[in-house]
C-alpha cells in the first residue's frame, strides 16, 4: 500500500515565521506535488516536482517554495507566513506511467 | 481561472436515494477524467476515474458518464449509503503530465 506521510496534522503559526511542511513517500513515486485545499476552491496546485532537485511551479505559487532533496521527501515552505496563508495543505505522489495520485492526510495550518 | 467547475456545492440524498454530481472542463486536450473522494481528517483517494474514449464507466455503486462533445462528465451514486457522506471532487488532467486540475467539490450527506 501507497502511503504519503506529512509532518504535522495542526500547525498555528504567527505572521512573518518561516513555515517548513514536510512530506514523504515510501512507494519511490518521480513525482509529488503539493496543493492548498480551501472551500468552495477545491484543491489548488502550488509546486510540483518530477524528480531529485526539480521543481516547477503550479498555479499559485506565489508566497510559497518548495525543496527537494531526496527523491521520497517533498518540503514545502513558506518564506514569511501570512494570514491568508491559512489553510489544509495536501501532499500526493504519483508513480511515472500511471494514472492515480496518492494523497496524504493533509495539514491545516493555521497563521495569526 | 478553474478549468473544472463542479455543481452542486452541496447535496443531502436519503439513503437508498441517487446522487448526481456534475462537473463540466474547459480544455479539449485533457485525456483522464477522475473522481477522489475525501472522508473528514483524510487526504482525498482515487474513486473511479474515466478516459475520453468512452461514454460509461460502472464500478460497483459508482457510475461516470462522459459526454465528449458537451465537455461534461457526472458521477452517480446509485443506493446512497450514510457511508457515502464524504466531499467528492471531479478533476482533469493531460495524462502526460499528471496535473491535476480539481473542481470545487461537493458535500454528500445520507440521511438514514
Known amino acids: 500500500d501507497v502511503k504519503v506521510t506529512q509532518s504535522s496534522r495542526y500547525l498555528v503559526k504567527r505572521t512573518g515565521e518561516k513555515v517548513f511542511l514536510e512530506c514523504v513517500q515510501d512507494m519511490d513515486h518521480e513525482n509529488m506535488f503539493w496543493y492548498r485545499q480551501d472551500p468552495g476552491l477545491g484543491l489548488r496546485l502550488i509546486y510540483f516536482s518530477y524528480d531529485v532537485k526539480m521543481k516547477e511551479k503550479g498555479d499559485i505559487p506565489e508566497g510559497y517554495s518548495v525543496s527537494r532533496e531526496k527523491k521520497e521527501r517533498f518540503s514545502l515552505i513558506l518564506e514569511s507566513a501570512s494570514t491568508n496563508q491559512t489553510s489544509m495543505y495536501l501532499c500526493?505522489?504519483?508513480?511515472?506511467?500511471?494514472?492515480?495520485?496518492?494523497f496524504g492526510p493533509g495539514t491545516r495550518l493555521t497563521v495569526l | 481561472q478553474q478549468q473544472v467547475k463542479q455543481s452542486p456545492q452541496s447535496l443531502i440524498v436519503q439513503k437508498g436515494g441517487i446522487s448526481i454530481i456534475n462537473c463540466a472542463y474547459e480544455?479539449?486536450?485533457?485525456?483522464?477524467f477522475p473522481w477522489y473522494q475525501q472522508f473528514p481528517g483524510k487526504g482525498p483517494a482515487l474513486l473511479i476515474a474515466?478516459?475520453?474514449?468512452?461514454s460509461e464507466k460502472k464500478e460497483g455503486r459508482f457510475t461516470i458518464s462522459f459526454n465528449k462533445s458537451a465537455k461534461q462528465f457526472s458521477l452517480h451514486i446509485m443506493d446512497s449509503q450514510p457511508g457515502d457522506s464524504a466531499t467528492y471532487f471531479c478533476a482533469a488532467n493531460l495524462l502526460t503530465d499528471y496535473k491535476l486540475s480539481f473542481g470545487a467539490g461537493t458535500t454528500v450527506t445520507v440521511r438514514a
Open positions: 474515466i478516459r475520453p474514449d468512452v
Open positions: 500526493a505522489s504519483i508513480a511515472g506511467g500511471t494514472d492515480t495520485q496518492y
Open positions: 480544455n479539449t486536450a485533457f485525456d483522464y
